[in-house]
């Protein structure tokens, strides 16, 4: 009913830049908020960025200054601009959104897509 999907990862050097993509699509009357979760092998999930429906924007510490959050909203696609990556930003990287989904009534509901991996690596 509703996907999400992710593109854009891939193998970069340090010090490179990449661009992630997340395309929400389905049934969704709005969405509330947007954002970009990673996972090293052995490690937990962890939060990197989210932007909400009015453009506000957040980030973890270890990525203030290099990740960059945006989104379209007519496209329901954010984005994820990375530079000055480092071998420890090595994840599979998901997104996620909190979403109004037709049918499903008036409270925003959690969606994940599948991962886009990125390695950071010489």
């Known amino acids: 009913q509703v996907q999400l999907v992710e593109s854009g990862g891939g193998l970069v050097q340090p010090g490179g830049s990449l661009r992630l993509s997340c395309a929400a699509s389905?049934?969704?009357?709005?969405?509330?908020?947007m954002g970009w979760y990673r996972q090293a092998p052995g490690k937990q999930r962890e939060f990197v960025a989210v932007?909400?429906?009015?453009?506000?924007?957040r980030y973890a510490d270890s990525v203030k200054g290099r990740f960059t959050i945006s989104r379209d909203n007519a496209e329901n696609t954010v984005y994820l601009q990375m530079i000055s990556l480092k071998p420890e930003d090595t994840a599979l990287y998901y997104c996620?959104?909190?979403?109004?989904?037709?049918?499903?009534?008036?409270?925003?509901?959690?969606?994940w897509g599948q991962g886009t991996q990125v390695t950071v690596s010489s």
């Open positions: 996620n959104a909190g979403l109004l989904v037709k049918g499903l009534g008036y409270t925003p509901l959690d969606y």
């Open positions: 932007i909400t429906s009015g453009g506000r924007t």
């Open positions: 389905g049934s969704i009357i709005s969405i509330k908020s």
